[in-house]
Every structure is written in C-alpha cells, then in structure tokens.
C-alpha cells in the first residue's frame, strides 16, 4: 500500500498560518513527523490559494524539497498554482488531481503530460459524483479515453473513485468497495488511490482514526493501491504494513463471516470487528456503531 | 439496464481483443450496460449467447411512448422500488379526461381548460400531459368528432377510450400519426385489435380483470408481435390499484417476469365521486407505479399540488435540487434592508428563505450558482469564494439595491469572511448563523443593532 | 408460466407504541409489512390522525384552518373538545408554543397546568409539543411530565441535547417520547441507540422532521421509506420505531396553502397521505376535513 501523508494542508490552522506566514518551520515539523512514519508521498494542499497561486506553491515546494527527498503530491484546483508546482517538483511528482469535467480535461489534465507527472483521476464529472460503481465505471472510462488521447498511459493514472463519509451516503462506501474490485478489469495498469479521511468525515473525533484504518484494511485486500491519509498515524501504517497480522485477519473474518465471537477479544480488536461490520454495510451506520 | 455490466462480462470472451474498439472486454462489457455499444461490434459471440444477452439486456419494464414530438410522453423503464435505492426515471403522465357526452362549446372550453394547466416552480415546467377522450355517448360520429377536435387543437398527446373495438379503432386511424394510445385491450377484444394495432402502429392500453388475465393478454400481444403495452389490472379503488400496482412491479423487476414488464394504467377518475378523494387517489398512485393517471380534475388548485406532488416524487435523490441564481426578495424589502447570501441548494434555499420569513423581516437573500451543492463544499471547490461571491454581487448588482454596505455570510463559512473582506473593502462582512433555525433571532438583533 | 403473486413476508415488526390511558387509549405501529400491504401482512393499527392545537391563540395561522373552529381557538380546552366532539380526532396533537424563549416564555409549572387541564378534558391520547429549543423543552417537558404523572402522554421533541431528561422523566411518570432527528437516518438511529440504554424502546416513536409539498417533502418522504426498510427487511432493531410526521405546520406556512382554501387543503392532505405511504404511524394534522378526508381513504 502507498501511503500519502495528507497533514500539510491548508484545512489545519497550524499549516494554514505558516503559508500565510510564510513561515517553514511548522511545515518542517509535519515533513518529519510523517517521514518518521513511513510516508511514501507527502501531499501538499494549499487550497484553492486565490493569492499569488504561483508563489505560495513554489514556497510550499521548496521548502518541503529542502528537507526531505520523499515525493510529492500536489494538492490544489489552480491550474496555475498545480503548473509552477510540478515545475519545481525534483522528483516525479503526483497531480492531485483532475476529473472527468470538461474544464478539468482543458486545465488540468495536460499539465500531467507536460511535466510527467502521475495523475490523480477523480470520478467525478460534470454530471457530478456518479451515484454506484457502474456509473463510477462509465464515468472513468471515458477519462480514460481522453488522458489516452493525450497520451497518458495508463501507468500513470491513480484512479480516484472518490470515497464518501460513511455517516452521509452508505450506500457510497459500499459503491466504492464494488469499484475499486472493477479496476484491474476496466483499466489495467491504472493504480487505485483515496482520501481515506473522508470516509469518517462528520463521525465523533474520537473514532475517526478506527474507522479510517479499518477500512484501509478491508480495501487492501480488495486490491486498493494507494491511500491519502493522515500521516501521524502510526497504527494505521503496522497494520498496512504487516506488523499487526492478528488484527488483519480479524478484520478479514468480519468481512467474511456473518458473526465473529468477540468473547476473549480485547476492547481493541472487538472495536475492528464491529467497524468492520458497519463499513460492509451488515448494519445501518450511526455515530453509536460500537455502542449496540 | 437490465444486465449490469459485470454480468454481462461472464459472457463475453475475456480476451481484450480491442476489436470492438475497446481496451478490454470489461469496458465493452461497462458500455454495453450503458447502451454506448451494441452488441454487433464483438465478432466472437455466438449466435446463441448473442440472444441471450440481448433477451437479457432488455429493460425489465418497457418503455411506451405516447404521442410524438416535443410533447410526447415516455413512461416505463424503471429500475426500483423505492426512489431512495436509485431514482424514478419517468415521470407518470396526467391524463385529463372529457366525455364525448358533451356538448361542443364544452368540449372546446374543456380542451383550452387542459392546454392551459401549466405552471412554472423553480425554473421548470409543469403541466398535464395528455388528454383522454372518452367515447361514453355510443354515437360513434359523436365520439369521432370529439376526437377530430382534439387532435386538431392541441399537441399533446391522446388516449382514446372505448369499450366498442370499431369505434375505438376507427377513431385511432383519423390520429394515428400523433400515435395515441388506444383503450382497452382485453382478452375479449384482442384478435380483432392485433391487426388494427400493427397497421396503426400503436401503443396498446391493455385492461384484465385482474393480474392473471392482464398477463393473457400481454402474452398473446407479444406473440403476436405487439410489444408497446400499457397495463391496467382493473382496480377499483386506490388500495387495489396500489396492490396491484406493487406486485406488477415487484414481478417486473424482481422476478424478470416480462409478462408484467410494462408500465401501468390508471383510472382515477372512475374510482371515486368526490374531487378531493380523487385527487388524493391520484398523489398515491402516482408514488406506487402509475405510468399513466387519467382524472377527471381540471381545476388548477387540484392539478397544480399534483403536478408539484409529481416533480417532487419523480425529481432525482442523487442529484441535489437547485434554485434559479437570482437576488431574492423576501416580504418586500427596501434600501435598508438586510443582504444574506447563500447557495442554491434548493432544500437550503427553502429553509433559509422560510426562516427570513417567519422572521418577518424584509431582505434581500442573494442565492449564488454552485450547482446545487452546500457552503463549505462549494468554498472548497471554487464555486462560493470570495472572488465568486464578489462577481455575484457585480453581475446582479446589489449595491445599487441598498443604501448599506453590510454583507451576511453563512456562519459555517468562517474563512469566507478574511476572503471577502479582501475582495469587497467596501462591505463589512458579517458571520451569520450556523443554523437556519437561529435566523429569525439574529435578524432581530441586527435590525435592532 | 402460472403465475405467483410475489408476496414479501417480513420477520419482523414495527413495534406497537400505546397512546393514552382508558377507553380511548389506542396503539400506533405493530405492522410487520411495508404501508397499506394488507395484501401480504398485517397492520394491526390504522394510522394515529390528530388534530393540533396550541396552548395560545395562533396568530399567523391561515384562515381556513381557523375557520372552522371560530373563538375556540383562544382557550386549549374548548379548542381541544372541539376537535375531539365535533371533528372526530382520536388523538390530540397540544404544541405548547407560548414556552419559546423568543416569544411569551410561558414558564413550565404553567404549561404543565395548561396541558393536565387538557388532558382531564379530553379522553382522547394527548401529544405534548414543545418549541425544539433544547433547554426550556427540557424544563417544559420535564414538569409536565411531573405533572401529568401516569396519563401515558406522549411528549416531544425529544433532542439530542436533552434526551436524558426528559425521557428519565417520561420513564419515572409513565410516558412516551418523540425521539426527533434532522432529516437523517443514521441519527435517528444514533439517538435511539442513546436512548435504548435507559428507556424502553416500545415507548419511543421518532420523527425524522416533515417538510410539505413543494418544500422538501421528498427528502421526508425517502428517510421514513429507508427508514421502515431498514427496520422490516433489515432487521436493524434501532430502527423498527412507529413514525410521526407533523405535517399540518409545515403546510399552512406555505404560500401556495395559504393563498387558496382548496389548494390548501389538498397542499395539506397530498403531504399527509405521502408520509402515510412512505410509513408514518401518526400523523399530525391542522384541517379537520383534512383529517375527514385522510381517514376516509385509509379505510377502504
């Protein structure tokens, strides 16, 4: 599993200020501690950044390039921000990201094949977000078309299929799990990647980060490529990574069995279960899911 | 679709050959389900399995269409039960009936009473969409002569009513290009139909004493190669027609059983005497799987609910509803009134705009284009910026609408403030509440402020 | 091919909530089938219809509601009776709007009087509305219940940020409650999951918030439809609680009710009737035709 770590971003008012500021040393700070947790890229999101786009990219650019050789994912809907980001990027970097919209294939999409980058391939069209896996399907086959017009391989694209929070549609997360199983078919050589945060957006804080890290288990084994997510999260990356193999597995049996024993697990491992349960949809979500 | 695209791939050859001129056989499988390929562009299926698919890939409940043109009415292919699974596609059409019986003034007045049953909500246009002419008098000249002017009047399309077969047919042949649906088609009557049918090339408007002879005749239509069905199980009240509304989808399709793979019929109008109960049957009949309603309503304040109830019930759950972008007015305000601005998220517009009004103070509520979706997404993605928002107030140019310069923002949209505080100099920016409900006593305060 | 009608049977029910004390006591909820299927299940409960009244003389009520109820409106119990003796209500919807903050601030020792003087008027089950601002509701709620100790009211809404008290309260005087969440199926399940640690589930009946037609009423239609799907076909326990759908408030403050005696009586009953189909147990209605009307057609 790749991981993206996503704290560098303009949502966290720490992160927020510093830009604002100017100011590389809080950035420096989140560089390390995701470094520190194995990140494999680090996504660096400024916002729509209506001010100087350019140079607010640059900086944001340079002075993570000035402490760590991890790559980047830039994140950003200013075309003009994206370019003189994939400009200064040393490495192969990742575009985070272009959709299916007619505006996003004129802005967006020819900036991956003029600098090299990979692409993020977000779901979404100007119909808006596709309501089930088939239309998830129709909508990135034609995006497919177009980057191949382009001439973008497949190789390059990381499919976004746009992960909704739990809390709001369901249905959703169910559509997404269903897609992603579509991927090797429909598009082979095309990675998969998400926003993992998003999923427990709207869930009580507390819970946030069970609900993120069960459901990058189950999509792993679905074949999940690539994930965004937060990069502070140690546990989140032993599980990813094989260090937790135990509690992998019981996941895999909540997916599988219809009832897991929770006598003799611990308080933990009976949580994964039960969020398990929830996010292969055997029951209705609801902020109290492990309290039932 | 039938067939999903991942059930049709199990036929296909799984070589990702490219002939069809896609990169692999899931695509092709993916388009097919989409109706963006046909299945003549695979070289390697056999005939048998080419059936199969195409048997398979049939919508469970056929589509009809009623009428021509711009004015014609589809209904039918339908996917679910229930609106919340996916959505409703077709909307049932309303059909407004008048009696042969009456006398021509009547009938003219009648007919313009139907043309003008048309309204505007939120941009859109709602209206009744057929007229059904009913042959009650037994004077087939009569019933013809109803028809003639009908047909001549208006665009929109017909349903002809007649329990005598030549009648019926006689008066579909002087109409038979604005293709109207013709009325009943029963076990009785339908070997002299067939013909005239596939002649005229019409819709049929099957009518059986229940289920089980409703499937008779469908059975014997398709075999005879009539395919346009429209379906009435014969119910007399409004809970029948719900049950038998219910299980002729529930067969369609849960069962794929394509003897009941048609959309429904309909008659209100001879279920009840009272207006109001009428009226009421139709609004539920119209959520359980009516393709066609026909009343005998032509008063405005019992169309217009139902043509509301309609594009409320058939409007679709994925897609968020939108208002029309514009300044809106609410309780008549002047110079010196408040100016609020939101999205035009329908159902945050209604609750807003409820809200100002139960406050019983005059404003201006500034409703900006976002497609639909709410505050904070539409600030991330570009579309409820400070840079938008200012265009906004340029193109609909609210500083000429208020002495003021005082502009209340949503209170989730904290950053918005910094943003167009720098974009609008002039304006004081003021964070308004997170709820809807807190609206009312926030406008109290400012307007005592 | 011989043709089986494909009936659905269902495991599980709707739990049956009781409403009132005495003869005129009656039950909502109970069904083990989808709305009006008496073709393939049993609904043991027609739908509760009420009438609503106000603890004080409306003042922005539309005039055909008020009309046929002329000076009664300005006293609860004369307003309740008639509802009861002269329209035919089985069950009395009292929202006690001079308790909001906002307005009169009517204090809870006198609304609980107003609403016991009700209750020993008319034998009929009695709903107690309060304003859904979450602090004086509790205290509103809270004494009423006190007051009215073992008349079996049903009270509501019953919020997120008040639940505890007011249904520790129903609990210790014999009460039912409303369990009220915005327009969203996952927090009402949250808000039953709360309240199920303490509070018996068959006193729980909830409301996913109505809106009218025209003005949102799809989105109300589709929670109670998921919501009796989640509970009937799923089995999800947190969600097999009867349905309320106040529908008379939203309507009537709609221009299009407003502007014509007929439209609104229509705009009220085609609102009604969809949330019955959609799966209400109880509804809650200002036109007594409208009421007339409904319960005409659900009899058939």
């Known amino acids: 599993m790749i991981l993206i770590g996503e704290d560098l971003n303009v949502m966290s008012k720490t992160i927020s200020q510093a830009i604002k500021d100017r100011d590389p040393e809080p950035v420096k700070q989140y560089v390390e501690g995701q470094a520190k947790n194995g990140m494999d890229y680090l996504d660096l999101n400024v916002g729509p950044v209506k001010k100087a786009p350019a140079e607010t990219m640059e900086w944001m650019v340079d002075t993570v390039q000035g402490c760590t050789d991890i790559p980047l994912c830039l994140d950003t809907t200013n075309p003009e921000a994206m370019e003189a980001g994939l400009k200064r990027c040393k490495k192969k970097a990742l575009l985070n990201s272009a959709s299916g919209t007619e505006e996003s294939r004129q802005t967006m999409m020819p900036l991956a094949k003029k600098y090299g980058s990979g692409l993020v391939l977000s779901v979404i069209n100007d119909t808006g977000l596709p309501s089930d896996a088939d239309e998830r399907a129709g909508s990135i086959l034609e995006s497919l078309e177009y980057a191949g017009e382009l001439g973008i391989p497949n190789e390059d694209i990381w499919i976004d299929p746009v992960l909704m929070p739990v809390g709001v549609d369901q249905r959703q997360v169910l559509a997404y799990m269903e897609f992603i199983q579509m991927i090797p078919d429909l598009a082979p050589g095309a990675k998969s990647v998400c926003g993992l945060s998003n999923l427990s957006y709207g869930a009580p804080k507390e819970l946030r980060g069970l609900l993120n890290r069960t459901f990058l288990v189950i999509i792993a084994r679905y074949g999940q490529d690539a994930a965004i997510v937060s990069g502070f999260d140690a546990e989140l990356v032993r599980l990813v990574r094989g260090e937790m193999p135990e509690t992998v597995s019981l996941i895999h049996r909540a997916m599988d069995e219809d009832d897991v024993d929770l006598s003799g697990l611990s308080k933990e491992d009976q949580a994964y279960v039960k969020t398990a349960q929830v996010l292969m949809g055997k029951t209705l979500y609801s902020n109290s899911w492990l309290e039932v | 679709m039938a067939l999903k695209g991942a059930e049709i791939m199990k036929k296909l050859p799984k070589t990702n050959c490219k002939e069809c001129g896609f990169a692999t056989c899931f695509a092709f499988a993916m388009k097919l389900a989409n109706g963006a390929a046909g299945l003549d562009q695979c070289p390697y299926l056999s005939p048998e399995v080419r059936a199969e698919l195409e048997g398979a890939m049939a919508p469970p409940i056929r589509l009809v269409t009623i009428g021509t043109g711009k004015n014609a009415v589809a209904v039918g292919e339908e996917e679910v039960m229930f609106r919340h699974e996916k959505a409703f596609f077709h909307a049932p059409g309303i059909a407004v009936r008048i009696s042969d019986t009456l006398d021509d003034s009547d009938i003219e007045e009648a007919i313009e009473r139907i043309k003008g049953l048309r309204f505007e909500r939120i941009g859109h246009e709602l209206k009744a969409d057929l007229i059904a002419l009913s042959h009650d008098s037994g004077d087939r000249e009569r019933f013809e002569a109803l028809v003639k002017k009908a047909a001549g009047a208006c665009d929109l399309p017909l349903i002809l009513v007649s329990e005598d077969t030549d009648a019926l047919f006689a008066a579909a042949s002087l109409c038979a290009d604005k293709k109207p649906l013709v009325y009943p088609v029963t076990r009785e009557n339908m070997e002299a139909a067939v013909p005239r049918l596939k002649e005229l090339g019409l819709p049929a408007g099957v009518r059986g004493n229940g289920l089980d002879d409703v499937i008779a005749v469908t059975t014997g239509l398709k075999a005879a190669g009539v395919e346009d069905c429209v379906i009435d199980a014969g119910a007399g009240n409004m809970m029948e027609g719900l049950r038998d509304q219910t299980l002729i989808r529930r067969a369609a399709l849960k069962k794929g059983f394509r003897p009941l793979g048609y959309p429904t019929l309909c008659f209100p109008c001879n279920m009840y005497g009272d207006k109001y109960e009428e009226a009421l049957a139709i609004s539920v009949l119209m959520i359980r799987y009516a393709g066609i309603v026909v009343t005998s309503l032509m008063e405005k304040e019992f169309i217009f609910p139902l043509l509301v109830h309609r594009f409320n019930i058939f409007s679709d759950p994925r897609r968020p509803m939108t208002v029309e972008e514009k300044v809106y007015e609410i309780s008549n305000p002047d110079e010196n009134a408040p100016v609020l601005i939101s999205t035009n998220y329908a159902l945050d517009f209604f609750i807003v705009s409820a809200a100002i009004e139960e406050a019983g103070i005059p404003a201006f509520l500034c409703i900006k284009d976002t497609g639909g979706i709410g505050v904070l997404a539409a600030w991330t993605s570009g579309k409820f910026t400070g840079e938008a928002i200012a265009d906004f107030l340029d193109r609909h140019k609210v500083e000429q609408k208020v002495a003021h310069r005082k502009l209340i923002i949503p209170g989730v949209a904290k950053k918005l403030k910094d943003e167009l505080e720098e974009e609008l100099p002039a304006w004081e920016i003021v964070l308004g509440p997170s709820e809807a409900g807190d609206i009312p006593k926030f406008l109290s305060k400012e307007s005592n402020a | ?300």
Request: hydrophobic residues 45%.
């Open chain 3, 1 to 300: 091919m011989t043709f089986e009608a494909p009936l659905e049977k269902y495991a599980v029910k709707i739990r049956e909530v009781a409403l009132g004390t005495g003869e005129k006591a009656r039950n909502i909820g109970g069904e083990d089938t989808l709305p009006f299927h008496f073709f393939e299940g049993a609904l043991p409960n027609p739908p509760g219809l009420a009438l609503e009244i106000m603890d004080t003389a409306p003042r922005n009520w539309a005039a055909p509601v008020l009309e046929p109820f002329g000076d009664a409106v300005s006293d609860p119990v004369d307003w309740g009776k008639r509802c009861v003796d002269d329209f035919g209500a089985e069950i009395l919807f009292l929202r006690l709007a001079s308790t909001d903050p906002l307005g009169e601030d009517t204090a809870a020792a006198d609304a609980a009087e107003t609403v016991a003087r009700v209750a020993d008027a008319v034998q009929v089950p009695l709903v107690v509305w309060g304003t859904a601002v979450e602090d004086k509701d509790a205290e509103v709620l809270v004494e009423t219940a006190r007051v009215c100790a073992g008349k079996n009211l049903l009270l509501g809404p019953v919020l997120k940020g008040n639940y505890m008290e007011v249904a520790q309260a129903a609990l210790e005087h014999g009460h039912a409650i409303v369990a009220q969440a915005s327009m969203d199926a996952n927090l009402t399940k949250e808000l039953n999951i709360a309240l199920c640690k303490f509070f018996p589930p068959e006193k729980i009946v909830v409301d996913p918030t109505s809106s009218a037609l025209g003005y949102g009423m799809e989105y109300t239609f589709s929670i109670i439809e998921s919501i009796k799907q989640f509970g009937l076909v799923d089995k999800d326990k947190m969600m097999q609680m009867p349905v309320l759908a106040d529908v008379g408030v939203e309507c009537w403050r709609t221009r299009e009710a407003r502007e014509n005696r007929e439209q609104g009586i229509l705009w009220e009953a085609i609102t009604g009737m969809t949330f019955l189909l959609a799966g209400a147990n109880l509804l809650i209605l200002r036109h007594p035709e409208v009421l007339g009307l409904i319960r005409k057609m659900i009899s058939e």
